[in-house]
């Protein structure tokens, strides 16, 4: 830990000429825009909040009272417990789940929430909900929890009126920043559960502040990567500004195997371009490289336009994490998927995927369209109503809010459409794509 942080002490940040300052400030507007400490009045041409953050704590009787622990406390821990009951699911608290199980710890995932990833299509959520299971994880979702008592051991009383008992309690809710102290208010600025809203220069409302990591919130902000901090320090110094999509950032859950997800899910495209829309998937038990290498968990699944842009794309298996670099390049670079044999930087281990990934495509491409989403949820029912028109912007705004009840399709290649799903799992998939939309991605359950 020591070494880790020798980087980023105060000593080396002041040799890299970066002037450090511990202490609680707020912003004034009046009668110039700065922050003010106990002793000092900080004035800059551009402020950039990159804060702390603090986990959810949910309102659960007797929580407050119990010594719990955050998630950021298990590096300092002495022993392992033989036991452990993790309350949220964010992504830390399932990979850590995973993580005790694996080492003989005794774990319990208990969560309000139906679905264990809540930002994802239904399926691929089941899929990480079994690995769970078989890694040894008790997994209770759907299950509110109305009190929490200590004496020694911790005890968590459910709605249904069983106890769960463990020798650890941690607390895996959903982090948040912590912006309080700041009087953001008086610079117009209001962040709300997911944190503030930035444009594609990461500049809030105020056009003199920006932001970047935890202050942007959402489900995915301490599993996706971090160029948002490099993009947001050189547009607070320099010109010109740099831009960043937000739309095509990867995120990695890191469990065995990990989960790395891009883009749109398979039911937010068919919300916004119906028939247009296709999934590909290919199981990594279907290619070679998978079998020599002795692990076939997983499988690769890709949302792709009808004139071969990639929409999105959800990966399980050990090559995740690599996998998803690739495809959010191309995303990024706008590649067409039938125009991938001339990106010459694709990785040589995954070529087999890969093959097999494009070769899909083009048996489903020329399928005659049908009629889905009915015409009340069409994209065009859904227009900014000044102008009459869906603005772009608004469009990525609410796919990155709002969830849904995801398709459940078998294997193959198959469409993305409610008529259109091939195979047995067809009439499910039909009643699960009608299914209301689900909750937000910033649920903290």
């Not at 452990?84 to 699911?89: D, K, Q, S, Y």
Request: hydrophobic fraction near 40%; aromatic fraction near 6%; charged fraction near 15%.
């Amino acid at each position: 830990m020591a070494l880790a942080a020798a980087p980023l002490s105060l000593s080396a940040l002041a040799m890299m000429g970066v002037d450090t300052l511990a202490a609680v400030g707020q912003f004034g507007a009046r009668p110039r825009l700065a922050l003010t400490t106990a002793d000092r009045r900080l004035r800059a041409r551009s402020y950039l909040l990159c804060p702390p953050t603090q986990p959810t704590v949910p309102a659960i009787p007797g929580l407050a009272s119990t010594p719990y622990s955050p998630l950021e406390d298990f590096p300092y821990w002495d022993t392992l417990p033989d036991s452990a009951i993790i309350l949220g699911r964010s992504p830390q608290a399932i990979a850590l789940a995973q993580g005790l199980a694996r080492l003989g710890c005794a774990v319990t995932l208990l969560s309000r929430g139906s679905q264990l990833l809540p930002t994802e299509d239904a399926d691929m959520s089941l899929f990480g909900e079994q690995l769970l299971r078989a890694s040894g994880v008790t997994v209770r979702l759907g299950q509110r929890p109305t009190a929490v008592t200590y004496d020694g051991q911790f005890r968590v009383t459910v709605a249904d009126g069983t106890t769960i008992h463990g020798q650890q309690l941690i607390l895996g809710t959903a982090q948040q920043p912590d912006m309080a102290s700041l009087n953001l208010a008086a610079l117009g600025l209001r962040p709300g559960v997911a944190g503030l809203v930035v444009d594609d220069r990461l500049r809030t409302a105020h056009p003199r502040v920006l932001a970047c990591g935890p202050a942007l919130g959402g489900y995915w902000a301490a599993t996706t990567d971090c160029q948002d901090v490099p993009v947001a320090v050189r547009n607070a110094l320099y010109l010109p500004y740099c831009r960043l999509s937000s739309f095509h950032r990867p995120c990695v859950l890191p469990m065995v195997p990990a989960l790395g997800r891009v883009g749109m899910t398979a039911h937010q495209a068919q919300r916004w371009f119906g028939s247009e829309a296709s999934v590909i998937q290919v199981y990594l038990g279907d290619t070679l490289a998978a079998h020599l290498a002795g692990d076939t968990t997983g499988l690769c699944r890709w949302v792709v336009h009808r004139d071969g842009r990639l929409l999105g794309a959800q990966i399980w298996g050990t090559c995740a994490p690599d996998l998803i670099q690739t495809v959010a390049t191309m995303m990024q670079n706008d590649r067409r998927i039938q125009h991938w044999d001339r990106f010459s930087a694709l990785p040589h281990s995954h070529v087999d995927l890969l093959e097999q990934m494009v070769a899909a495509w083009p048996r489903q491409r020329w399928e005659p369209p049908k009629t889905w989403p009915p015409p009340s949820t069409r994209p065009s029912d859904f227009q900014n109503p000044s102008s009459g028109k869906m603005l772009w912007k608004d469009r990525i705004r609410s796919i990155m809010v709002n969830q849904s009840q995801a398709c459940s399709s078998g294997s193959g290649c198959q469409r993305v459409r409610g008529s259109g799903c091939q195979g047995a799992a067809g009439n499910q998939l039909e009643a699960n794509l009608m299914a209301p939309r689900g909750q937000m991605t910033t649920d903290t359950q």
